[in-house]
């Protein structure tokens, strides 16, 4: 959070606002960053914290909510330009995986108008504790009978000579071990997932490099 507040964050945007959602804590609630009153940050209770993050977003004014997690980096012109393509009601906008029981896979991020957000709320007793929050919002998807807008993400992999990025909705994967080649040919993403599995201290210097490079 304090890599992202130093880096894509770091600035305002028009007409944007980041608002960081974390587990109960006894830091103080801030303008910035909201904690949950009574969950923490277990796996366990993500899809609680999600919906109590959906139930407190609603005591704020927004049209659109894009929901991206901590291990990303996010380019806000692109995201602002993007969503001005989007319809303005019953919209979720994700990656759906594929298979038998497919869903709407959280990794990829999301995209939300808020009138499903009200809807979600709304609709409560129907939202899944039991399950992760991607697992819930498909529930809830399909129970309000949403089609879900294909979403367009980016992730980058670490690799022994550079990084390999995965491309969904939008050009061509490809690899590359000069960052200054990323914004060029990630052009019109604004999702980037950095989370590196094997060390996650490498997130937090592939979020330094592309707010180096891309602007």
């Known amino acids: 959070m304090e890599c992202s507040q130093e880096t894509w964050d770091k600035e305002p945007y028009p007409n944007t606002r980041t608002l960081y959602y974390c587990g109960k804590s006894e830091i103080p609630n801030s303008e910035r960053v909201f904690h949950s009153p009574q969950y923490n940050e277990d796996l366990s209770q993500l899809a609680m914290r999600t919906l109590e993050a959906f139930e ?10 894009a929901r991206p997690h901590s291990s990303t ?26 298979g038998p029981e497919p869903f709407i896979w959280g990794g990829g991020h999301y995209i939300f108008s808020r009138d499903v957000i009200e809807r979600i709320v709304e609709q409560k007793e129907q939202w899944r504790n ?7 919002i498909t529930v809830m998807s399909r129970y309000f009978n949403i089609p879900v807008h294909p979403g ?32 060029e ?8 997932r950095l989370k590196q ?10 979020m330094r490099e592309l707010d180096r490079v891309w602007k």
């Open 152 to 183: 367009k993400t980016s992730t980058i992999d670490q690799k022994p000579n550079g990084y390999d990025v995965l491309l969904y909705n939008g050009g061509e994967n490809f690899s590359f071990t000069d960052f200054a080649e990323f914004p």
């Open 130 to 136: 039991d399950l992760m929050e991607d697992g819930s």
């Open 185 to 192: 040919k990630a052009k019109g993403h604004f999702y980037v």
């Open 56 to 65: 407190y977003s609603l005591t704020l004014d927004w049209d659109f909510m």
């Open 73 to 98: 980096y996010v380019h806000k012109p692109n995201l602002v330009a993007h969503i001005e393509t989007l319809p303005k009601t019953n919209l979720i906008s994700g990656l759906m995986t594929s």
């Open 197 to 206: 599995d094997f060390d996650r201290s490498q997130d937090l210097l592939i």
